[in-house]
């Protein structure tokens, strides 16, 4: 079946640095979202993304949705110490629309 | 008030018994999963119900069956549990328009399966 493959697996940086992160896909994928998981909780939309090319912020998270669609990336800038947690990258796409597929996760550790 | 409640939380039980996990939405979506998360924390979808109607069946074993009793509760009974059945399952729900799906999911807290 469809997958993503989501890198890096983990990344352990100082407060203050930025991250980024992305998601590559050999299928075309009509949805792309970020989520994020906290411990002992379950994910939490970040950004949705619909359409090729789109760039969607929301606070210091900026997403994109690949030309080609099969590839999305998500950043982080200035960093602290709650953004913490683990990313998936999450997708659907056109002929298995309502079914979400997951990237592995990036976990984040942030050292204050 | 939770949007999407799971219980029980914690589930600890032995090899060859049955067990049920329960989840209840009150955000009025018509869509609800299961998700189930393994111990490398990927996450991949069981099973999906729009309107008590199983849409979704992604090759579970059929000792697991989800039942909706309505709209907003999703259950998931599981039958002589195997070791490999140990892991996070996560039910989620979603609203879905009449341009397609949104792919947003609500997600709730998760339930922890331990089978010794």
């Known amino acids: 079946g469809q997958q993503l493959n989501q890198s890096p697996q983990s990344m352990f940086i100082q407060e203050g640095e930025d991250v980024s992160m992305n998601c590559t896909s050999s299928?075309?994928?009509?949805?792309w979202l970020w989520y994020k998981q906290d411990p002992g909780e379950g994910p939490v939309l970040l950004i949705a993304?619909?359409?090729?090319?789109e760039l969607t912020s929301n606070g210091r998270l900026t997403a994109q949705f690949g030309i080609t669609r099969k590839d999305s990336f998500l950043n982080i800038s200035a960093s602290i110490p709650s953004d913490v947690g683990i990313y998936f990258c999450a997708g659907q796409t056109p002929s298995n629309t309502g079914k979400l597929i997951f990237g592995q996760g990036t976990t984040l550790q942030v050292k204050p | 008030d939770t949007a999407v409640s799971q219980t029980p939380k914690y589930l600890v039980t032995q090899m060859g018994n049955d067990k049920s996990i329960k989840c209840e939405q009150n955000l009025g979506h018509d869509t609800m999963y299961w998700y189930k998360q393994d111990s490398k924390k990927f996450l991949k979808i069981m099973f999906s119900y729009n309107n008590k109607e199983l849409i979704i069946n992604e090759t579970v074993p059929n000792r697991f069956s989800p039942k909706s009793p309505d709209k907003a509760h999703l259950n998931l009974h599981i039958n002589s549990l195997e070791l490999g059945d140990s892991a996070v399952y996560f039910c989620?729900?979603?609203?879905?328009?009449?341009?397609?799906?949104?792919?947003?999911?609500?997600f709730g807290e998760g339930s922890r399966l331990t089978v010794l």
């Open positions: 993304l619909y359409k090729a090319g």
């Open positions: 989620a729900s979603s609203q879905e328009g009449l341009a397609g799906v949104s792919g947003e999911l609500f």
């Open positions: 299928s075309i994928f009509n949805t």
